[in-house]
């Protein structure tokens, strides 16, 4: 095999990202990556900051803000009155779970594919109210979307009171059937919360049309923001009961252009909110890219994972384990368990394989146990800075392991 590095260049747009050339990255969904541009909108709010804090801090800061969560209300087909920015899903799960008490014997319910943080804030919330945390067993590989339904649906009883709904899945990285699942929990009277961590930049979304409780979703992992910009969108009627971590500065306040459930949020005290405000640069930069703006770079996006995924299935013998429909950006593939692991597992253990193909093949992906070690799943992510050539590069090491 040719150990040339021509071989795993990203595409074209990838001069426009501070990424490695040596390393073919194929883990945006895991961080995100922001475009040098956008970095750049993002450090001159900085300086703005940083050259004349109490100007900006105290009245310049409300208009750049109020302008990035129009632009992002407008994106994600929603009301700018019902979004709040917050650093990252993680915050934004745990806001709604802190806000809210459960009663004893309540059933909050999760699922095996959530997110480690947000199954700890669920835990977190069922431990403190006397409540019992059921997760439901959703498959993987899979058929159909409305097998996730059954699953989910099973799992509830007369004493669900919330249920934790990924949009896109972290192990699997599948898209869920979050229409149907909000609309059939919140029949049944349960509260939704959907972790849309992955959503928004990855699916066209409309929140209006989902029209869960709560939603949140990170703006730093398909919108390409920089680190620390996430919002969390409560529906109207529920606003008086979500409460942020930190009670804002001008929590109280009335005043346009901000309503008292923003005003909570608005001024958490002094830190760098510059992620936020570069929120409306990293929307107009990554729609700008292509021709076809925003639907174009999903759309491309989605294509890359799903010819990828092919590749990956032919060269490791298997057949997709989840049908086209549920692939968003990103894609996991079983393979052959880990021989020998640690038990358990140390905090921070890196993956045999991932390390090897870090190390010996410049090919930055990760390995996931799921559902539990030794079984794992390779996850990749597709994004415009990637080409196909670079999955064809970790389709050809992957080949060639397997041979010897
Ligand atoms: C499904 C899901 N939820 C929540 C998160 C947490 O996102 P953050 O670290 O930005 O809070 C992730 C991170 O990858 C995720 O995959």
């Not at 050339?21 to 750049?40: Q, R, T």
């Not at 896109?168 to 972790?195: A, F, N």
């Not at 174009?296 to 990828?308: K, P």
């Not at 799943?377 to 064809?392: D, H, V």
Request: with cysteine.
């Amino acid at each position: 095999m040719s150990d040339s590095l021509a071989l795993i260049k990203g595409s074209e747009f990838a001069r426009h990202w501070r990424l490695r050339a040596d390393i073919a990255y194929l883990n945006h969904g895991s961080f995100g990556a922001c475009p040098k541009a956008v970095l750049e909108v993002q450090d001159s709010f900085r300086w703005k900051l940083e050259s004349s804090p109490w100007r900006f801090q105290v009245i310049e800061m409300a208009g750049h803000h109020a302008a990035a969560r129009t632009a992002l209300a407008q994106f994600l087909h929603a009301s700018p009155d019902d979004i709040v920015f917050v650093p990252n899903a993680t915050h934004g799960v745990n806001t709604v779970l802190r806000s809210l008490s459960f009663r004893r014997g309540d059933e909050l319910l999760t699922t095996n594919q959530d997110y480690f943080a947000c199954r700890n804030a669920m835990e977190f919330a069922a431990r403190r109210d006397g409540a019992r945390l059921v997760v439901a067993k959703l498959p993987f590989p899979l058929e159909f979307p409305e097998q996730i339904i059954d699953a989910f649906l099973a799992a509830v009883t007369p004493r669900t009171r919330l249920a934790l709904i990924d949009h896109v899945t972290s192990p699997t990285g599948m898209i869920m059937p979050v229409r149907e699942l909000v609309s059939e929990l919140g029949r049944r009277d349960i509260i939704t919360l959907v972790d849309g961590a992955h959503a928004p930049g990855m699916v066209p979304l409309n929140l209006h049309e989902i029209d869960a409780d709560y939603y949140t979703g990170n703006c730093h992992k398909w919108l390409c923001a920089p680190k620390g910009a996430a919002f969390l969108h409560v529906r109207r009627d529920l606003q008086e009961q979500i409460h942020p971590l930190a009670i804002s500065h001008v929590a109280g306040e009335v005043a346009p252009p901000l309503n008292p459930f923003q005003h909570e949020f608005f001024w958490a005290g002094t830190r760098d909110t510059s992620a936020y405000l570069a929120v409306a640069s990293a929307l107009k930069f990554m729609g700008h890219l292509v021709e076809g703006g925003w639907p174009e770079v999903m759309r491309r996006n989605r294509q890359l994972a799903v010819d990828a995924r092919q590749l990956l299935c032919e060269a490791l013998h298997i057949k997709p384990p989840c049908p086209d429909e549920m692939v968003g950006a990103m894609a996991a593939l079983p393979i052959p368990p880990a021989a020998a692991l640690p038990d358990p597992l140390p905090p921070y253990f890196v993956d045999p394989l991932q390390e090897e193909l870090f190390q010996r093949w410049q090919i930055d992906v990760p390995v996931v146990y799921f559902p539990r070690p030794p079984e794992r799943l390779l996850r990749i992510s597709a994004q415009i800075y990637n080409s196909l050539s670079q999955y064809e590069r970790l389709a050809e090491v992957l080949r060639d392991r397997a041979g010897r």
